[in-house]
């Protein structure tokens, strides 16, 4: 079983400081992918990222698959009380019965502070 | 624009009670899952189907059954519910059987227990 560990697993800042929220593993995955969720709704994809060293920029939010793709970072720039919700990151690889799947960690829970 | 709708969003059962949760999408996606969401375990895969009439296992399936006799549905059932049941549960979806691409989740549902 593929597992991915992010941290922190909460964080609380005020608006306009910048943050970094880390997904790690010791699994190879085939892509790496970022959703947000906020409370009472399903995750929704921010991005995708399938390259090693790739490095995707979604507005303040900028994305870094590790070299390796064993790991991902989220870098948001000046945190607004927009941003707040739980960030999860989820890898892409094939299970043992050939089927691909997606392993997602246990997410970081964002607070921004006005 | 519907996307993923799941019934109910709010459940509460007494141990041993049967239900189903149900989950439409009108996307025309093959791919459809199931997913359970509980503090501090992420979320985690319970079946799924790469298209009608094909259902298979994922991480946590026991106490839980699937079918897919349509692309649209894809319904959960729980035959006899237990305490440790009690869960947000999401179904999701994407284009490609493969499932490569962006899940699409709904709102979840809110299954208690007692």
């Known amino acids: 079983t593929q597992l991915l560990e992010q941290s922190p697993q909460f964080l609380s800042i005020q608006e306009g400081e910048n943050l970094t929220v880390y997904c790690n593993s010791s699994s190879v995955f085939s892509s790496l992918q970022w959703y947000r969720q906020e409370p009472g709704e399903g995750p929704v994809l921010l991005v995708t990222v399938v390259t090693g060293g790739e490095v995707k920029k979604l507005k303040r939010l900028t994305f870094q698959f590790g070299d390796a793709r064993k790991d991902s970072s989220l870098h948001i720039t000046a945190a607004q009380p927009g941003d707040t919700g739980l960030y999860l990151c989820?890898?892409?690889?094939?299970?043992?019965?050939?089927?691909?799947?997606?392993?997602f960690g246990k997410g970081t829970k964002l607070s921004v502070i006005p | 624009n519907a996307g993923v709708t799941q019934t109910p969003k709010f459940q509460v059962l007494k141990t041993g009670q049967s239900m189903t949760l149900q989950c439409a999408q009108d996307m025309n996606h093959e791919y459809m899952s199931w997913y359970r969401q509980d503090p501090g375990m992420g979320l985690r895969l319970i079946h799924y189907?790469?298209?009608?009439?094909?259902?298979d296992q994922g991480e946590v399936p026991n106490g839980y059954n699937v079918s897919r006799s349509t692309t649209e549905d894809f319904p959960l059932r729980l035959l006899s519910a237990a305490p440790s049941q009690t869960s947000v549960y999401f179904c999701?979806?994407?284009?490609?059987?493969?499932?490569?691409?962006?899940?699409?989740f709904g709102e979840g549902s809110r299954l208690t227990v007692l």
């Open positions: 999701a979806s994407t284009p490609d059987r493969r499932n490569t691409g962006e899940l699409f």
């Open positions: 989820a890898g892409g690889g094939y299970s043992g019965a050939g089927s691909y799947q997606l392993t």
């Open positions: 189907s790469v298209g009608a009439g094909i259902t």
